[in-house]
């Protein structure tokens, strides 16, 4: 991480705009009032759980193809942060639905799928964790992470495919909210890509790094037998 030193630097400049943008710059929505802010960061954090399983996704695939463990590695940095963020995108979600629907939560079809979704990746989390060989475990991990992937179309069409009463925002000719609120949300969008980017990259190094003091530990013990 040396090297991207300014990355996180630029993350944490954004990320404190960003903050200006959303309770400075951005207006109070009329009929939420405050509570309408949690959607700047309930927004990012589902997006980029999302790229986050995209990103396992292609890991898996380029695994799969070339048994590298590098690829292994940026596959479970994505999968624990898409973990992270899809949690804390339902909290947030939570949060947001109990003044706007009066519930904290209802089985709507963006929702179903969400929870679905976070379910099948925590258990992609348990499994690279199991006690199989590091090769076997690799290999099936990859296998899980293709196809757990099936369900991320799914989150991202539900609310246009059925009837649901959360907002399609994007689809939604600007989803009736004002310029100011737009980009206080791509404000948003960029300052925690920024952030993800900085966890992704540490956290695929820190496996690295893990892996190959497995590996010394391992021959060491070899060598004590």
Same mark, same amino acid.
């Given at each position: 991480?040396?090297?991207?030193?300014?990355?996180?630097? &630029?993350?944490?400049?954004?990320?404190? =705009?960003?903050?200006?943008?959303?309770?400075?710059?951005?207006?109070?929505?009329?009929?939420?009032?405050?509570?309408?802010?949690?959607?700047?960061?309930?927004?990012?954090?589902?997006? !980029?759980?999302?790229?986050?399983?995209?990103?396992?996704?292609?890991?898996?695939?380029?695994?799969?193809?070339?048994?590298?463990?590098?690829?292994?590695?940026?596959?479970?940095?994505?999968?624990? &942060?898409?973990?992270?963020?899809?949690?804390? =995108?339902?909290?947030?979600?939570?949060?947001?639905?109990?003044?706007?629907?009066?519930?904290? !939560?209802?089985?709507?079809?963006?929702?179903?799928?969400?929870?679905?979704? !976070?379910?099948?990746?925590?258990?992609?989390?348990?499994?690279?964790?199991?006690?199989?060989?590091?090769?076997?475990?690799?290999?099936? +991990?990859?296998?899980?992470?293709?196809?757990?992937?099936?369900?991320?179309?799914?989150?991202?069409?539900?609310?246009?495919? !059925?009837?649901?009463?959360?907002?399609?925002?994007?689809?939604?000719?600007?989803?009736?909210?004002?310029?100011?609120?737009?980009?206080?949300?791509?404000?948003?969008?960029?300052?925690?890509?920024?952030?993800?980017? +900085?966890?992704?990259?540490?956290?695929?190094?820190?496996?690295?790094?893990?892996?190959?003091?497995?590996?010394?530990?391992?021959?060491?013990?070899?060598?004590?037998?």
């Amino acid at each position: 991480m040396s090297r991207l030193w300014f990355l996180p630097v &630029l993350a944490g400049v954004v990320l404190a =705009a960003v903050q200006w943008l959303i309770w400075v710059y951005a207006p109070i929505e009329m009929t939420m009032g405050l509570v309408q802010k949690i959607f700047y960061f309930h927004m990012p954090m589902a997006w !980029w759980a999302l790229v986050s399983f995209f990103v396992v996704f292609a890991a898996s695939i380029a695994y799969l193809t070339t048994r590298r463990e590098v690829f292994d590695h940026w596959a479970g940095a994505a999968g624990e &942060l898409g973990v992270l963020m899809s949690g804390l =995108a339902l909290i947030t979600g939570s949060l947001w639905a109990k003044p706007a629907w009066n519930v904290w !939560w209802t089985w709507d079809p963006r929702l179903t799928t969400t929870l679905i979704m !976070w379910f099948v990746y925590a258990g992609y989390l348990l499994l690279r964790s199991s006690p199989f060989g590091r090769e076997r475990r690799a290999l099936i +991990c990859a296998a899980l992470g293709v196809a757990a992937f099936l369900d991320v179309p799914l989150v991202f069409l539900s609310a246009r495919m !059925w009837r649901s009463v959360h907002p399609a925002v994007i689809a939604s000719r600007g989803g009736g909210m004002d310029p100011a609120m737009w980009r206080a949300v791509l404000g948003g969008l960029v300052g925690f890509g920024l952030l993800w980017l +900085c966890l992704l990259i540490l956290r695929a190094r820190q496996l690295g790094q893990q892996r190959r003091v497995d590996a010394l530990l391992a021959a060491r013990a070899e060598l004590r037998r």
